[in-house]
């Protein structure tokens, strides 16, 4: 039996015999209420061209349809306008900003911006 405790899909350039230039995870799922979180990354070459966007609008219909998760996350660091660009783009809401929440490679302590996507169409999901 599969776990399905994570899924990762690479953004491929189909112009360039399918060089790999990116992904995106589908991480720390918990089946219990269920949700997720996304993260990904792209090739510096390809950033600023929509095509993170797009790769994350189609994780999150796949996640709410097949996976029938009831809300996704993605945390970026709040000075990465890219990756909130690519939340937003997506109809994420900011539910809030944590603060020093994430070390950086650096060792710089930074705040997070806390992103939220729920699946309206999920029967299982109840609101309290």
């Given at each position: 039996?599969?776990?399905r405790?994570?899924?990762?899909?690479?953004?491929?350039?189909t112009?360039?015999n399918?060089k790999?230039?990116g992904?995106?995870?589908i991480?720390?799922?918990?089946?219990?209420?269920?949700k997720?979180?996304?993260g990904?990354f792209i090739?510096?070459?390809?950033?600023?061209?929509?095509?993170?966007?797009n790769?994350v609008s189609?994780?999150?219909?796949?996640c709410?349809?097949?996976l029938?998760?009831a809300?996704?996350?993605?945390r970026?660091?709040v000075?990465?306008t890219s990756?909130?660009k690519?939340?937003?783009?997506?109809?994420?809401?900011?539910?809030?900003?944590?603060?020093?929440?994430?070390?950086?490679?650096?060792g710089?302590?930074?705040?997070i911006?806390?992103?939220?996507?729920?699946n309206?169409?999920?029967?299982?999901?109840?609101?309290?």
């Amino acid at each position: 039996m599969k776990k399905r405790e994570f899924y990762i899909y690479l953004i491929c350039d189909t112009q360039e015999n399918d060089k790999i230039i990116g992904a995106v995870f589908i991480k720390d799922i918990d089946w219990n209420i269920p949700k997720s979180e996304l993260g990904f990354f792209i090739d510096e070459a390809y950033q600023g061209k929509g095509i993170v966007s797009n790769a994350v609008s189609c994780i999150v219909k796949f996640c709410f349809e097949e996976l029938q998760l009831a809300k996704l996350i993605i945390r970026s660091a709040v000075n990465n306008t890219s990756s909130r660009k690519v939340a937003e783009n997506n109809h994420f809401l900011l539910e809030g900003i944590i603060r020093k929440d994430i070390k950086t490679y650096d060792g710089t302590i930074v705040d997070i911006a806390f992103y939220g996507l729920l699946n309206e169409t999920n029967k299982r999901y109840e609101q309290s």
